[in-house]
């Protein structure tokens, strides 16, 4: 159980890294750095020399090779497998062990399984050229991959050391489960606007180009069935239809912040007041990292800073809701 808890530390750390890198790589225009999976270029690690470079341009003469968008997408990569490594030990110790209990030894399975999952859906990411639908899935099963071994980190450690149990009210759960589902809806939005390169569609505040309801296309914005083939690098979709997804990001993102400033307040009201603390806490710097985003026009620390906020965000809700279960 110790070594467990411990892998799933790291684990849980090594997470935020990966969906870090993975928000650094696509917002830097880095998703098809390599073109090819789980190699670049043809290469274990990226092409150096020149004649290694010759080979790899030969190689793919449509994307010609640019060592500054390979270095994220590679170093992404392994720290994505190292990540998948971690989770494939504590499987393993979780089936060694015999002690090792139930819930605990279904979580590590059902990681096993969705880590490699994952890895589908990265090797898709780059063999679509960047269709949206993937890339979104793919970054909300990251995020789903780190809450699940903070999860696990967490439910290891309460059987190695006692702790007090918060003994939620069945209404309490019921506005986790609200929250929950809300924060998931606005991450998938976030990663929407991001995979249809739709962040710069509104770049004033608390208007869209001087409008409160701008021309927008929500139609075609939320087009799930675009066709496969096309490199979505850039984006593919009018103006109209990337505004259409900002804004409802945007709305999205009102009605987050106001049902969990309600739902801080009835965990205050009811003696959980560092929960309550830490959920306005968490909140408050991902509404200040989303209004930066707008104002100082998506700098690419503060955009993947607004990623790990989400992240942030649902595993502590997360986590909190299904600790004791």
Not at 33 to 39: A, I, K, L, N, S
């Amino acid at each position: 159980m110790e070594r467990i808890k411990t892998l799933s530390l790291w684990s849980g750390i090594l997470g935020f890294v990966v969906v870090a890198l993975g928000a650094w790589t696509r917002l830097a225009d880095a998703g098809l750095g390599c073109p090819d999976w789980p190699g670049c270029y043809g290469f274990v690690t990226i092409p150096v020399s020149p004649e290694e470079i010759n080979i790899a341009n030969s190689k793919f003469p449509e994307t010609p090779y640019e060592v500054a968008k390979a270095i994220p997408e590679v170093v992404h990569r392994y720290f994505a497998a190292a990540l998948g490594f971690f989770i494939v030990c504590m499987a393993f110790l979780a089936f060694k062990h015999k002690e090792v209990p139930s819930n605990i030894k279904k979580l590590s399975y059902f990681l096993l399984v969705w880590v490699i999952m994952q890895g589908t859906f990265g090797y898709l990411t780059v063999s679509l050229k960047l269709w949206p639908q993937v890339v979104t899935t793919h970054l909300m099963s990251g995020f789903l991959t780190t809450a699940l071994v903070w999860l696990l980190y967490f439910r290891t450690k309460d059987l190695i050391q006692e702790r007090s149990q918060w003994k939620f009210e069945a209404s309490t759960k019921k506005l986790f489960n609200v929250s929950i589902i809300l924060v998931a809806i606005q991450i998938f939005l976030g990663a929407w606007t991001s995979t249809n390169y739709a962040s710069y569609s509104c770049t004033d505040l608390p208007l869209c180009q001087g409008q409160l309801l701008p021309e927008a296309n929500f139609k075609e914005g939320f087009n799930f069935f675009q066709s496969i083939g096309p490199n979505y690098l850039g984006g593919q979709l009018d103006h109209e239809s990337r505004v259409a997804i900002h804004l409802t990001h945007r709305f999205g993102a009102v009605v987050v912040t106001l049902f969990l400033l309600i739902f801080s307040f009835h965990l205050y009201k009811r003696n959980f007041k560092n929960l309550a603390y830490g959920l306005i806490a968490f909140l408050t710097l991902q509404v200040l990292l989303g209004i930066s985003n707008v104002i100082f026009a998506l700098p690419l620390l503060i955009a993947v800073g607004h990623n790990l906020g989400g992240l942030l965000l649902i595993t502590y809700l997360g986590v909190l809701r299904l600790r004791e279960h």
